[in-house]
Every structure is written in C-alpha cells, then in structure tokens.
C-alpha cells in the first residue's frame, strides 16, 4: 500500500484538501481572505482555496514530523523578508493561521495534542492517518505508481541474496586462462636522485 512518501508532494496535497473540503473538517474564517500568511510576505494569497491546501500541507507535515508545535511549524512555513536596500532577514510565518487550522484538525479528529517524552505537540490521530494514506492510495493508481515491497526484515534480505546467487550460472572457466586480479594497478613513485 503506498504512503505518504511514496507519491508526490504537491498532488497529494492536493487531492487530501479536496477531501479535507467535501468531509467539513476545516473552514476558512471569514477574516482569512484578508490575511496574510507571514510578516515576510507582501500580500494576501490569491488562491480561493489557500486555506483549505495549507490545512492539507499541515497535516502532512503533522504525520511526518510530530509531535511537533506551532513554533517549529511557524519557522517551516516562514520565510525571507524583503528590507529593501538591506539584506533580507527570516521571518517566522503566522502563528494565529496555524493555531486556527490546526485547532479545526483537533476538532474534526484528525490530530491531537500529546507529549512524547519531552516533546510536546500534535500528532496524527488513526482518522487522520487513514485521511493520508487513502488520498496516497487513489493519487498513485491515479498516477500508476508501483510500490515494490521491501523485504521484512534483514534476516529475509540475507535469504533472498543468498538465494540469487545460488541460481546465478557461474561462467565456465577454461584450463589456460588466468583470471584477471582484482588489484589495481599501482603506480610506482619515481626514484629520488641524489
């Protein structure tokens, strides 16, 4: 069955807003056609739907990393800020937009808020989990991607390998030839003269 890394990103991202549209999980707030995404950016984006695929991209990014919080998902999504003249300095991306989405993402039981060991944030619920890997699933038949399956474990790895070279034909040696050697030919330092 193929995830969420085995298709691409920006397509996936895609077909889960759609999906993420017809089930209600998130809604755009009516201040959001104003907003902009960042301090660093210029302008409010121009995309109808800018907040539906940015609630897909979160929770992509979610599953991949987490349990990770709004601070560490505010310096993914941030970026360079134009000073004019000056060199351009990072700015971290809006921390309200990402609470907001990511608040709708709680509500519709596609992530939580955990602690693992000293990391605290979200994480990706089973819901949301299955949400992934079924777009994952249509985008590659959709793409006809094919996943081969990776062997289970090492030991299962040693027996396939073991196997091929059993069943490969060695080639015939004949009784005058010398085999090649393996070394390299080295190249001999140039006597010191005196």
């Known amino acids: 069955m193929p995830t969420i890394n085995d298709v691409p990103t920006n397509e996936l991202i895609e077909v889960v807003a759609k999906d ?21 950016k210029e302008r409010a ?10 609630a897909a991209a979160l929770l992509r990014k979610v599953s991949l990393m987490g349990p990770i919080g709004v601070s560490k998902l505010r310096t993914i999504y941030g970026g360079k800020k134009n000073m004019g003249s000056a060199p351009e300095q990072n700015r971290k991306g809006s921390g309200a937009i990402i609470r907001h989405i990511l608040q709708q993402l709680d509500k519709a039981g596609l ?14 619920t089973p819901k949301g989990k299955s949400v992934l890997d079924k777009a994952a699933t249509r985008l590659a038949k959709d793409l006809k991607i094919t996943i081969k399956p990776a062997p289970a474990n090492d030991a299962e790895s040693e027996v396939i390998k073991a196997a091929e070279e059993i069943s490969a034909p060695a080639a015939p040696e004949t009784a005058g030839e010398k085999k090649p050697s393996k070394k390299k030919h080295e190249e001999k330092a140039p006597e010191a003269t005196p």
């Open 20 to 40: 993420l549209v017809s089930s209600g999980a998130v809604k755009a707030p009516a201040w959001a056609t104003f907003a902009k995404t960042g301090c660093h």
């Open 45 to 54: 984006p121009t995309r109808k739907d800018w907040w539906e695929v940015r």
């Open 111 to 124: 992530t939580r808020h955990t602690k693992v060991g000293v990391h605290c944030g979200r994480v990706v």
